[in-house]
């Protein structure tokens, strides 16, 4: 199935000369005569290389035959991500350099989606938002209470997001994993 270049939105897989693409970034620019002209920011899904492309409004791609499966985060080392399998419990790897944007998102024991290609794991699809713990954070200035005000914060599992000022250590916070934005404190 062919796909045409303005159904690459975020998120969507495609294949370029064999090999296959997610689509990180996405614009459009329309020019005279109803042309247009796409430009995708895409990830290599075997080798995890981030490439800039633009396409012309008319161009076709190669669809790619994606299935999910539901895995479990077990660790990671320097080289590799490990996951298990929660049907088979067998267990498989993946490249660091493929995730090196979605590991700081996980912990040990998480569920997320593997993304098969001809049934072979080639990268992870995470939940929208995740629940991580703040371990550094500065206290606030007493009186510099706005919420306008946001300060770094570092949270369990490495990563440093912009919270509020209010955030303290030990508070859990929801994170976009699209953007790493703060998205709320965790109700107890």
């Known amino acids: 199935m062919a796909l045409g270049v303005t159904d690459l939105r975020k998120g969507a897989v495609f294949s370029l000369d064999g090999t296959p693409y997610q689509v990180l970034e996405y614009s ?3 020019v005279g005569r109803g042309g247009s002209i796409v430009s995708v920011r895409t990830k ?5 290389k981030v490439l800039d492309r633009t396409f012309k409004g008319n161009e076709q791609l190669d669809s790619v035959d994606l299935s999910y499966k539901n895995v479990q985060y077990l660790y990671k080392d320097d080289e590799k991500f490990y996951f298990m399998d929660n049907d088979s419990f067998e267990q498989f790897d993946l490249p660091a ?3 090196v944007d979605l590991g700081g998102y996980m912990k040990e024991g998480d569920s997320v989606k593997a993304m098969l290609l001809d049934g072979r794991a080639v990268s ?3 939940p929208k938002n995740v629940y991580l713990e703040v371990v550094y954070t500065e206290d606030v ?7 306008s005000i946001t300060k ?3 949270l369990e599992t490495g990563i440093e997001v ?3 000022a209010f955030i303290k250590v030990g508070d859990v916070i929801s994170v976009s994993t699209e953007d790493g934005s703060y998205r709320e404190r965790k109700k107890d």
């Open 124 to 126: 992870i699809e995470l």
């Open 44 to 48: 290599s899904l075997l080798d995890g």
């Open 162 to 164: 912009r919270v509020p």
């Open 28 to 30: 459009q620019k329309v």
């Open 97 to 99: 350099d493929t995730l």
């Open 141 to 147: 200035v007493r009186g510099d209470t706005t919420s």
């Open 152 to 154: 770094p914060a570092k």
